[in-house]
């Protein structure tokens, strides 16, 4: 099987059904593990994009949280979310089919502080100086959540 044109047909099938023009495939020596077009239009989950979906099924496929052993298909470079999502199940491998630059002419989101040419731009930033309000509201007591995940698995 071709991985992917199998990426990019899900993608367009997927366009062709209302959705989005994205899409993921996860792959385990040379078997498709998971795979998931972007539901957000569909579900009006805005966190449905594809790589998220399909990390998701192959893990709980797997019945693990770690895809060191595996290559993930993406249609296109991940967003933040996407990426995060991608480095914290560590593939073998990502293989991306287009980039944010070349679909620009043709794709446009719509959110109030997201736009492809600047996010990542975001992360730089002081989080006083980022676009979305963020404030910090200290209580000494939330720092006992992370002291007792220690005591219980520091052991």
């Not at 790589?51 to 797997?62: F, H, Y």
């Amino acid at each position: 099987m071709d991985f992917i044109k199998h990426t990019i047909n899900l993608a367009l099938e997927n366009v062709e059904n209302g959705g989005r023009p994205f899409a993921t495939v996860i792959v385990r020596d040379g078997e498709v593990i998971a795979e998931s077009p972007n539901l957000v239009a569909q579900t009006h989950d805005p966190t449905a994009h594809a790589e998220v979906l399909a990390i998701r099924k192959a893990c709980k496929k797997l019945q693990t949280e770690h895809l060191t052993d595996c290559e993930i298909y993406i249609l296109a470079s991940p967003c933040p979310m996407c990426l995060g999502s991608l480095y914290y199940c560590s593939p073998k491998k990502v293989i991306y089919i287009t980039t944010r630059e070349d679909y620009a002419p043709y794709y446009r989101d719509d959110r109030k502080y997201f736009e492809l040419e600047t996010f990542y731009d975001e992360y730089c930033k002081p989080i006083e100086e980022r676009r979305l309000p963020m404030i910090q509201q200290k209580d000494e007591e939330s720092i006992k959540v992370y002291q007792r995940w220690s005591d219980l698995n520091n052991k």
